[in-house]
């Protein structure tokens, strides 16, 4: 099967979290009719009554006209043509598991930065061997990409990743709108693995803030994490690409710097103090670097790249290392 996408194919959004509510807010300013998958009976309630979702992104008011939320999955799979993963890689088993349709003859595009806990996989990897789809029916939706800022039409870059560019460009102009640029690749396993290493990268910029460390370091600090990213990437997939281009190092930049990221948020709750348990509870959304961060670890051992900084966030959170004594060995390192 070839998977050829064109401009009639129809949209749905499996999610209800503020990324999938943004998505769901540039997909409107193109279609007619956008399917979405919502298993929260409060936010159904919401978006079906005021056009809101009263938990996230309470601000964007939807046409009702255009939207068909529904929290019957097999309902929304069955009316579209992609089908766009926007729900944190934790729950993403919960959220398909009461899918009875096929989706070999759907295009599936992850718009998903972490990694499916306990299985070890990307959310790419996972759909693939679970479903068993084929790469070519298979696109990511990712880059600096802060939801806050995209539903509020502030300027961001997104690069949209397929094996044929024409089927990037399609998905490219659905959620295409004024404030969104956007760009294109081919690289599925880089990109992939770019925006869940930068949430593990995240969280240790959030612990030295936390711990009192300043500019200073924080830019030698990063920096050292974009060399440890393109060096995983690199060695573990060997390929033609660029890592300073926006969805490597602008996605990683975005996430170490913002007040938005909650991954450095995660990270200077431990700098401060916290347990990673009491962090972890006081975090209103999914911060993925947590689970992301022992995925890492388990699939290095394969691969046994040097990875000082991954290895610390991992010690820190699975073997209540000391933060302060773990950062100040990496400051003797970098």
Same mark, same amino acid.
């Given at each position: 099967m070839e998977h050829k996408l064109n401009e009639k194919s129809i949209c749905a959004v499996i999610g209800y979290g503020s990324w999938a509510t943004a998505i769901v807010s540039l997909l409107v300013r193109n279609e007619t009719e956008v399917w979405w998958h919502i298993r929260n009976g409060e936010v159904l309630a919401g978006l079906l009554a005021e056009g809101r979702n009263p938990k996230y992104l309470n601000d964007l008011e939807f046409d009702r006209n255009l939207i068909r939320p529904s929290n019957d999955i097999n309902e929304v799979v069955s009316n579209a043509d992609i089908i766009i993963m926007a729900a944190p890689s934790a729950y993403l088993? %919960?959220?398909?598991?009461?899918?009875n349709v096929s989706?070999? %003859?759907?295009?599936i595009v992850s718009a998903i930065k972490g990694i499916i806990p306990g299985d070890y996989k990307t959310a790419?990897? *996972?759909l693939h061997d679970t479903y068993d789809l084929t790469y070519r029916q298979i696109g990511i939706i990712s880059g600096p990409s802060h939801a806050e800022e995209v539903s509020r039409k502030k300027l961001s870059y997104l690069t949209i990743v397929c094996t044929d560019p024409d089927n990037s460009r399609i998905i490219g102009s659905k959620i295409s709108t004024e404030g969104i640029r956007l760009s294109y690749s081919t690289d599925i396993y880089g990109v992939e693995y770019a925006a869940i290493?930068?949430?593990? *990268?995240?969280?240790?910029?959030?612990?030295a803030v936390g711990l009192g460390y300043g500019d200073n370091?924080?830019?030698?600090?990063?920096?050292?994490?974009?060399?440890e990213m393109t060096k995983f990437i690199m060695e573990s997939y060997p390929d033609t690409r660029d890592t300073m281009n926006s969805a490597y190092l602008g996605d990683l930049l975005v996430t170490c710097y913002s007040n938005y990221s909650r991954n450095r948020r995660l990270g200077l709750l431990i700098g401060?103090?916290?347990?990673?348990?009491?962090?972890l509870n006081e975090m209103t959304m999914v911060a993925e670097g947590y689970f992301a961060? $022992?995925?890492?670890?388990?699939?290095?051992f394969r691969h046994k790249i040097d990875?000082?900084?991954? $290895?610390?966030? *991992?010690?820190?959170? *699975?073997?209540?290392?000391?933060?302060?004594k773990k950062m100040a060995k990496l400051t003797e390192l970098l």
């Open positions: 088993k %919960d959220f398909l598991s009461g899918l989706l070999k %003859d759907k295009f790419v990897e *996972y290493l930068k949430n593990i *990268y995240a969280v240790s910029v959030g612990i370091f924080l830019a030698v600090l990063i920096s050292n994490c974009a060399k401060r103090g916290h347990t990673v348990k009491s962090a961060s $022992d995925c890492i670890r388990h699939t290095n990875m000082p900084i991954a $290895d610390m966030v *991992y010690e820190i959170l *699975y073997e209540k290392a000391s933060a302060r």
